[in-house]
């Protein structure tokens, strides 16, 4: 089934630890998106690519990184984690850059930092 | 003036009610907005999606409603059903941005 593929689907981290979150579409879409989402805040974008080879910061980009080196794969990086970044990540995408499209999102990655 | 207030943050409807989730944004620069839905355990998907051009936008049993002068714009859901339980987010965005705004969120709950 095409679509947005998350890894892992939970993980329980130790503060101080380096995780990466996981990110494959097999869409062909040239924008993807990570969020998070919290009870209360809704959901707020930590970083984007309009297309493979660019980045950019959303926004509540502290703490995360990203890296786009092709079309299908949008790693998240938490380098140093922390407990302010225990949150539900949701990774999407989006057939063209901007925001007017419609987006895609994948199952949700729950992180736990302890 | 990114902000987009959603309100309220849960709501209990009897079966065969009618739902209706509102929002509110203050940049009049946002000529776009969707509704998504997301089911637990899983990631949003789009419902419904107005511009401003119109007032009043139904897709089957769900209706938007827009406000163009009050900056505001709601959610209706006619004959509600357990399985219209779920969350729903409002969002705001324009032409040129790079990202859709989202609301906080609303937790609806269909009792049969």
């Known amino acids: 089934i095409a679509g947005i593929t998350q890894a892992p689907t939970s993980q329980i981290l130790a503060a101080g630890r380096r995780m990466t979150l996981r990110c494959t579409q097999d869409?062909?879409?040239?924008?993807m998106y990570w969020y998070r989402q919290d009870l209360g805040l809704g959901l707020r974008l930590i970083h984007y690519?309009?297309?493979?080879?660019?980045?950019g910061k959303g926004e509540v980009p502290d703490g995360y990184s990203v890296s786009r080196a092709n079309t299908d794969d949008f790693p998240l990086t938490l380098a140093s984690a922390v407990p302010s970044q225990t949150s539900v990540y949701f990774c999407?995408?989006?057939?063209?850059?901007?925001?007017?499209?419609?987006?895609?999102f994948g199952e949700g990655s729950r992180l736990t930092v302890l | 003036q990114q902000q987009v207030k959603q309100s309220p943050q849960s709501l209990i409807v009897q079966k065969g009610g009618i739902s209706i989730i509102n929002c509110a944004y203050e940049n009049t620069a946002f000529d776009y907005f969707p509704w998504y839905q997301q089911f637990p355990g899983k990631g949003p998907a789009l419902l419904i999606a107005i511009r401003p051009d119109v007032s009043e936008k139904k897709e089957g049993r769900f209706t938007i409603s827009f406000n163009k002068s009050a900056k505001q714009f709601s959610l209706h859901i006619m004959d509600s059903q357990p399985g219209d339980s779920a969350t729903y987010f409002c969002?705001?965005?324009?032409?040129?941005?790079?990202?859709?705004?989202f609301g906080q969120g609303t937790r609806l709950t269909i009792n049969p």
């Open positions: 999407a995408s989006s057939k063209e850059a901007g925001a007017l499209g419609e987006l895609f």
């Open positions: 869409m062909r879409h040239n924008a």
């Open positions: 690519s309009n297309t493979a080879g660019t980045t």
């Open positions: 969002a705001a965005t324009y032409q040129g941005a790079q990202k859709l705004v």
